[in-house]
């Protein structure tokens, strides 16, 4: 593969993936089952991204293994609105240009951060090279499959290659606890989760968390939630839950029957003061914008948030927007929720928040959202529950229950 056998595309991707293995000292490259692109920062460094896509197009690149692409921040094909206000970002208008590319290389047009939905599913125990640290860090603890927390570029080269270097998470023995979280309020709400993720990231950074007193019926949206928070305001890419995720079938087990490193206790202070201090705008404020699918929201979450929206009118100076994955969003307008969503004044709608409010006018937004990731990365934002969003998307201004 390094000698050009197998042609210069893998031949390129090969050489890159050596040196990176050279570099994390890897003893060994080894097979992968599935990749996943995340073209996160990839508006600031467009001409250089898609000039590298570009050339292994040229060179025939094809991908060796499922991979699926990460959502664009504004997706021409939902529109925010029925009439936009103001020009659309020139940088937004060119995802056509990417699509090609990747159509090209055999990626699949998922544009979600969150395949796991659909469409790229990893088993248990398989390794896999995904960037996008909300969906690495989902896949490691609640599937438990194996990833590191790949680059931009090193995610499609080694799609192509079909190969990662062995290091890090794809070792067992990196995989255990290190930090014991107990948690010790009873009754978490949905909100309470995505606290306790901003919590743990801050504290732990890039260890792995075992968290001792969530309940056993804790929902796949929360885990989802949780995990993307922490990965956020640290660098978590991989959890235990005794007694819920598939690598820790006990305390002990979650430990790989070694001692803690560091213990954290987070009760309802801890929880009620991050929670404060995720808001940069108060109650009572107005806003312009409530976000709400930062992960994309599961069809549940839809089906949660049109029940909510049910007769109701969003205030006519909010713009309010429900980001999901495709699947998610065809299965809302067979169910009727895209409809009640709709009526409500809310835009159901694909792309991504976060990396949304990183560009003019909408950079200049108030925003409110459920999203603990979101109010990480964005300064002008206010945290709340689902329901708090729904109820400031009325009013116009942020309240809390």
Known sequence: MLGGGYGPAVELAMKAI?????????????????????????????????GVLKQLAEYGAKVNVPT??????????????????????????????????????GIMPTWTCTPYQYGNIPRFGQHISWEESSAVVFVNAVLGAKTNRESILMDVLTA????????????????????????????????????????????????IPVLDGMPRDISVSDLKNFGSTAAASGAVAHFHVPGVTPEARSLEDAFGGEKPTD????????????????????????????????????????????????GKKVNKNVQF?????????????????????????ARLVTGCP???????????????????????YVDLI????????????????????
């Open 68 to 105: 699926s692409e990460n959502p664009y921040p504004y997706d021409i094909r939902t529109p925010l609105g029925p009439s936009e206000e103001f020009e659309i970002p020139e940088p937004f208008k060119k995802s056509g240009q990417l699509e090609g590319y990747y159509r090209t290389l």
């Open 382 to 401: 206010a945290y709340g529950s689902l329901e708090d969003c729904v109820k400031s998307a009325v009013e116009g201004k942020v309240v809390r229950s």
């Open 263 to 310: 213990k954290i206790e987070i009760g309802l202070r801890e929880i009620k003061e991050t929670s404060e201090e995720m808001s940069a705008i108060q109650e009572g404020e107005k806003i312009d914008v409530v976000a709400v699918g930062c992960p994309h929201y599961y069809i549940e979450e839809i089906q949660a948030i049109a029940k909510m929206l049910n």
């Open 160 to 207: 192509i290659a079909g190969r990662t270097p062995y290091h890090g998470l794809h070792i067992n023995e990196n995989r255990r606890g290190e930090t014991l979280c107990v948690i010790q309020k009873n009754k978490l709400t949905s909100a309470d989760y995505q606290a306790i993720g901003y919590y743990v990231g801050r504290t732990v950074g890039n260890k």
């Open 321 to 345: 927007w429900v980001f999901a994955h495709d699947t998610s969003r065809t299965l809302a307008q067979k169910l009727g929720y895209a409809n009640v969503i709709e009526a409500s004044g």
């Open 18 to 50: 050596v040196k990176v293995g050279d570099t994390v000292k890897a003893e060994k490259l080894i097979p992968i089952a599935s990749s996943h692109t995340g073209n996160a920062g990839l508006l600031s460094t467009w001409g250089s991204y898609v």
């Open 354 to 376: 976060l990396l949304l409010s990183k560009y003019p006018h909408y950079d200049k937004m108030r925003i409110m959202s459920d999203s603990g990731r979101m109010c990480y």
